[in-house]
């Protein structure tokens, strides 16, 4: 994918979870001039580095989660340079413990903005979720690349026109339902209509 887009002069940007923090991959897209935000897990070094925003805030709980960012340089034992590492750490009510998070990174600017970037992530894997179980999108049978680029096209126009009514036709207290949870309970369901026959109470006849 990155071969395909080498060519072109734009800007390139590249997400992902923790599976693609290893060096190897940090390199390459140094390489290639991609900004990339990519998740890390946690270790005693990287906790000691935010341990000024660990300690739980006074007062009553909010109802609404406190949040603290914050950036700092960390360099592993298997990189070959430092590299910035942009944390998020949320106070939750009712929790006993915060919600951490450390991304790697080579974009500037704030942290919030480092991890707001990174959390599209998330929402862009619910569309394709929701498109895999609404159109069946993933069904590209065509034998060669461009064939299965116009199919995916027409399930994403599907798709799209498939929110566009949804949001324009739907009643307000339904108008949140995913287009699978529409399949599911709208259009697939199962129905059959039973009529009463007609009475002869009075005696009439039930032949013409």
Not at 4 to 9: F, G
Not at 10 to 19: K, L, S
Request: some cysteine.
């Amino acid at each position: 994918m990155i071969e395909r887009y080498r060519h072109l002069d734009i800007p390139r940007f590249f997400r992902g979870d923790a599976a693609f923090a290893i060096p190897e991959m940090f390199c390459f897209l140094e390489d290639e001039r991609f900004k990339y935000a990519i998740r890390i897990k946690a270790n005693a070094v990287l906790m000691e580095k935010i341990s000024h925003i660990m300690t739980r805030p006074v007062g009553r709980p909010s109802f609404n989660p406190i949040v603290f960012y914050h950036s700092f340089q960390y360099q592993a034992g298997s990189w070959d340079c430092s590299r910035r590492i942009s944390a998020k750490v949320e106070w939750h009510a009712g929790e006993i413990f915060p919600r951490v998070l450390f991304i790697v990174t080579n974009m500037t600017g704030w942290a919030k903005k480092v991890v707001k970037f990174y959390n599209g992530r998330g929402t862009a894997e619910q569309w394709i979720k929701e498109g895999k179980n609404a159109v069946n999108w993933t069904r590209l049978s065509c034998s060669n690349f461009r064939d299965n680029q116009v199919l995916l096209q027409l399930f994403v126009l599907a798709y799209n026109l498939g929110n566009f009514l949804r949001n324009l036709a739907l009643p307000r207290s339904i108008k949140h339902w995913s287009l699978t949870t529409l399949k599911e309970k709208l259009i697939k369901i199962g129905a059959k209509i039973v009529k009463d026959p007609p009475s002869f109470s009075n005696g009439g006849s039930c032949c013409p």
